[in-house]
């Protein structure tokens, strides 16, 4: 059976683990552990990715991050292709380093994130990286110590985490590091770590007795919330999907949007596709990045490729571009009268 495609939109709060292959360490030490803190940071800085939670064990690690301008399928593979490819030459290995591919589970903010983020910075203490709490706090390869002030990570979003807890940063420590102290025992919570019907609904128990009252549910594996979060969820993900496959099928492909541009804009094919610093062109590629991108689904690399430019370059012309449609209500079909901006 194929897998289904993963779901991702601007905001969306995914739950990301990923292994080694046959469970395999991933991390030998810690020059390991810091080549893929620095990769990860970078990656996160340069995107600017929200990261709530994380943590590093020996043969797996946890993200909780939220999109921003860049699909987590782009950040991931970034991350995961330049680690595997320097662990590999570090250790004088070959082939796959990483488990088929990684888990991503989108979940419900609002409900999940804070359970995420105690779950996740929880794992190196599970794993018995660390023997007690005040271990963890000092744990360099965890976001908890970030959050507690022991060690600093500019691209974690430590404001937004302990914005929870009040407002004085000494008491929102305080009583963050009661909130996981207080979890510590309950141990492996498998409803945290994927999504469906079972786990969304806290488990065969609940779901037994909401069955019974004839209470109506809807669950996916890829993602972790309500029914009606899920169902808004795919919805949502369906409409995207039906626009793409309709633009392909009325041929639309990545010339034709440059056809278009180049009207809309009223220059030459050839004008849109040499790089320039002049500010017209400059909205001329931006709305084709956005509309290529967004609209069509051509990756974000393919793009670059075709523009000469990298592919975080292409992510923000394409929400500069995005920014310019809806102000001028410039539609990739000819629905409305050209507007020449």
């Known amino acids: 059976m194929p ?8 905001g969306a709060l995914h739950h990301i683990i990923c292994r080694g292959i046959e469970r395999k360490e991933i991390f030998k030490d810690d020059i390991d552990r810091n080549n893929f803190v620095d990769r990860l940071g970078s990656i996160l800085a340069e995107t600017k990715t929200p990261c709530f939670a994380w943590a590093l064990i020996p043969n797996h690690f946890h993200l909780l991050l939220r999109t921003a301008n860049v699909p987590i399928a782009t950040i991931m593979r970034r991350l995961l292709t330049g680690y595997a490819v320097s662990f590999n030459r570090r250790h004088r290995r070959h082939g796959h380093l990483f488990q088929n591919r990684y888990k991503s589970i989108l979940c419900q903010e609002d409900l999940y994130l804070m359970e995420l983020v105690r779950y996740i910075h929880l794992n190196p203490l599970r794993a018995k990286l660390v023997s007690n709490l005040a271990e963890l706090d000092q744990y360099p390869y965890g976001g908890h110590s970030t959050l507690m002030g022991s060690k600093k990570n500019p691209w974690q979003d430590v404001d937004y985490v ?3 807890f009040g407002k004085r940063l000494s008491t929102c420590r305080k009583k963050y590091r009661h909130f996981v102290e207080k979890a510590i025992e309950q141990g492996r919570r498998s409803e945290l770590t994927g999504g469906g019907l079972v786990r969304s ?5 609940v779901l037994k007795s909401m069955r019974r009252m004839r209470v109506h ?3 996916d594996e890829r993602i972790l919330g309500d029914s009606d979060f899920v169902e808004s969820v795919l919805n949502n993900a369906n409409e995207v999907m039906e626009r793409k496959y309709k633009l392909q099928a009325a041929g639309y492909d990545f ?3 440059v056809d278009r541009v180049a009207v809309l804009f009223q220059l030459k094919s050839a004008e849109i596709l040499l790089s320039t610093k002049q500010r017209y062109r400059v909205k001329a590629r931006s709305l084709l990045c956005f509309w290529t991108v967004k609209e069509l689904g051509i990756s974000s690399i393919a793009v670059a ?3 000469g430019i990298t592919q975080p370059a292409v992510s923000r012309l394409a929400q500069r571009g995005e920014k310019l449609a809806i102000e001028n209500n410039l539609f990739l079909e000819n629905k409305s009268k050209d507007i020449i901006v």
């Not at 897998?3 to 601007?10: E, T």
């Not at 609904?201 to 128990?205: A, F, I, K």
Request: charged residues 30%; without cysteine.
């Open 162 to 164: 302990l914005s929870f």
């Open 305 to 307: 490729n075709r523009l």
């Open 201 to 205: 609904s806290g488990g065969w128990g």
């Open 3 to 10: 897998r289904k495609a993963r779901i991702d939109a601007a």
């Open 255 to 257: 010339d034709k949007v």
């Open 217 to 219: 549910l809807k669950g």
